[in-house]
């Protein structure tokens, strides 16, 4: 069973960088299609990034285009979120997913099998 723990939330002020880690156990990351959904409150879940299983197509929400980038540490088994000159609106409980199911990358949820129990990010002056 592939079990996904994100890190790294916490309260930070405009205009800082954060990196948020994903680390699985259970299966191998670069085996997977990745996505990284954030729900932010009173608002519908926004995928912010997807890649491809093998790592040949991506997928960036205009929101955070030029602001957030995504890299794997293949030896730690882990994924990883920059997230820089973050603005308020980027406060969300942001979730690492995976699918083992996906050989592309999918904007819909449901296409992803396992989800991270998610970590709280608030953007505050």
């Known amino acids: 069973q592939v079990q996904l723990v994100e890190s790294g939330g916490g309260l930070v002020q405009p205009g800082d960088s954060l990196s948020l880690p994903c680390a699985a156990s259970g299966g191998t990351l670069s085996g997977f299609a990745l996505g990284w959904f954030r729900q932010a409150p009173g608002k519908e879940g926004e995928l912010v990034f997807a890649i491809s299983r093998f790592g040949g197509s991506t997928y960036t929400a205009d929101s955070v285009k030029g602001r957030f980038t995504i890299s794997r540490d293949n030896a730690k088994n882990t994924v990883y979120m920059q997230m820089n000159s973050r603005r308020p609106e980027d406060t969300a409980v942001y979730y690492c997913?995976?699918?083992?199911?996906?050989?592309?990358?999918?904007?819909?949820?449901?296409?992803?099998?396992?989800w991270g129990q998610g970590t709280q990010v608030t953007v505050s002056s």
């Open positions: 997913t995976a699918s083992t199911r996906l050989i592309g990358y999918s904007t819909t949820d449901r296409d992803y099998d396992y």
